[in-house]
């Protein structure tokens, strides 16, 4: 078995074992005495047969023995699979995964550096890099074909993620014959239904709206997902001091209970289900109430919730390594680091969006990628953590050395560097002189001329000619030249 990318954390700990039970009790009390609205007919009547009760026309009260259930019916570990399965992700504990995500309208030009509406193209293009990116553990489709009609867009975006890398997919869906033809997609590369049930290659994200909204249309997702046994994300979008309590801990609670909401509709429609608490939750800008991507408290938001998922025990959707700013600058460069840095450490299990996005998530960039996975090699390395062995304590070597002498040369430093030290690709650490004798470039251009480089030069393997050959008889709606599918 290969060694697979994630790494599991000792948590930072937010809360003490106490706020913890607190929090926990304000959950249960939300849910069952303000309630949740449930707009999904399918979703309420699943909700009422587990014992949830009318509050009025469409609000119903979940009382806590339901949703206690649901959490012992729900997977404490959940499996997403890579088509190579070095790429599986085991998502469990405090173990630690970084990943794209959001679904961006806009992209800057790899060539002119203009922001531009994004395309398939985009999607495909992106997916191979994220296929090269080492420290990028999976594609959640991070944008949105523009030039397509709504209804060819699900299929088409699943299509160029599969056929662009080998990692994990996971992605949103915008119609009920969407979501249709993107599972008939994965099931037809994985080898049938069953086979994707064993070896999900493909999972799905089915927000709630907040505040304490169950959507009709996503309700109706997520009942049919967990049906047919996929993997299903349900995050809660809450904006603290919008749609949620301004305190970090008002909102946890309110985004709690609207995950744990979907969670219990889940295993109501198919126990055993494959769910992951989900977050993308973050706070207001106070000068103009509005969303806000690289603040600090987000991040300190999702490390508190990812402690409470590993309290129920279950596995996490979050978000970190987002910015606020219109370029790949110091601002997306401190932004992205700190939250990442926070929900790294924190133990969230699946962490996306940390790849790739700019401007609120509205814009990516191909060479935010580049200076992303590299934020996220360090990150990684701090997740990681600090080896206490006799062998990392070097005790002979520092008897070999003695005083006044140095390590530089003492076989203990050649053995453990490479794995002791993280080794970037992106930052300079050359002398001054050296740097301007190779013209004095500065951090975009390097990763831009290192995502250039990669999608010149980096051929994921593709889907066997025959089964993209089937693929596209049986969906005439694929867009995506042949050349760029298959690369």
């Keep these: 078995m290969p060694e697979l990318p994630g790494l599991a954390a ?39 047969k587990g014992g949830a009760r009318p509050k009025d026309d469409s609000t119903l009260s979940v009382p806590e023995g ?46 002119t550096g203009e922001r531009r509406p994004t395309t398939l193209l985009d999607i495909a293009r992106v997916g191979r890099l994220v296929d090269a990116l080492e420290n990028v553990h999976f594609y959640l489709l991070p944008l949105y074909p523009n030039e397509l009609a709504k209804d060819d867009v699900d299929v088409n975006r699943f299509y160029a993620g599969l056929t662009n890398t080998e990692k994990h997919i996971m992605g949103g869906i915008y119609s009920p014959e969407g979501l249709r033809e993107a599972i008939a997609l994965a099931e037809e590369v994985a080898g049938g239904a069953e086979a994707l049930r064993e070896r999900p290659i493909v999972s799905f994200i089915t927000c709630t709206i ?34 949620g309590p301004v305190t970090i801990s008002g909102s946890i609670v ?37 969303y806000l991507s690289g603040a600090v408290e987000m991040g300190l938001m999702q490390a508190g919730v990812a402690q409470m998922a590993q309290h129920y025990r279950l596995p996490l959707y979050a978000t970190a390594g987002m910015s606020d700013s219109k370029l790949p600058d110091a601002q997306a460069g401190y932004e992205k680091a700190l939250t990442a840095l926070l929900v790294g450490l924190a ?67 050649l053995e453990h560097m490479r794995s002791e030290l993280f080794t970037p690709r992106v930052s300079d650490r050359d002398l001054r ?46 867009a995506l030249p042949e050349e760029e599918a298959r690369p």
């Design 10 to 48: 000792k948590p930072f700990r937010l809360f003490t074992q106490e706020e913890v039970d607190k929090i926990d009790r304000a959950v249960m009390w939300t849910l069952e005495e303000v309630g949740i609205q449930v707009n999904s007919e399918r979703a309420r009547e699943l909700l009422m």
């Design 66 to 111: 339901l949703v206690r259930e649901a959490v012992e019916r729900a997977p404490s570990r959940v499996v997403l699979h890579g088509r190579d399965e070095r790429h599986n992700l085991e998502l469990e504990d405090a173990r630690v995964y970084f990943g794209t995500g959001g679904t961006v309208l806009h992209t800057l030009d790899l060539d």
């Design 210 to 243: 907040a505040p304490l909204r169950i959507d009709a249309t996503y309700g109706d997702f997520l009942v049919e997902i967990a049906e047919r046994g996929l993997p299903v994300a349900i995050p809660s979008e809450v904006v603290a001091g919008v749609t």
């Design 254 to 290: 309110v985004q709690l209970a609207e995950t744990l909401a979907g969670l219990t509709v889940a295993q109501m429609a198919n126990p055993g289900t494959p769910v992951l608490l989900g977050t993308v939750s973050t706070v207001m800008d106070p000068r103009r109430a509005g």
């Design 347 to 413: 133990g969230a299990n699946f962490i996306h969006d940390a790849a790739g996005p700019l401007e609120f998530c509205m814009t990516a960039a191909y060479e935010q990628y580049v200076i992303d996975d590299e934020i996220l090699g360090m990150v990684m390395r701090a997740v990681r953590g600090v080896e206490v062995s006799d062998e990392a304590l070097g005790l002979d070597a520092i008897a070999q050395v003695g005083p006044g002498g140095h390590f530089l040369t003492n076989p203990h430093t």
């Design 433 to 478: 002189e050296r740097w301007e004798q190779n013209g004095a470039p500065n951090t975009r251009t390097r990763a831009r001329g290192i995502a250039k480089q990669l999608l010149a030069e980096h051929r994921p393997p593709g889907l066997p000619e025959a089964t993209d050959r089937k693929l596209r008889e049986r969906f005439s709606k694929i």
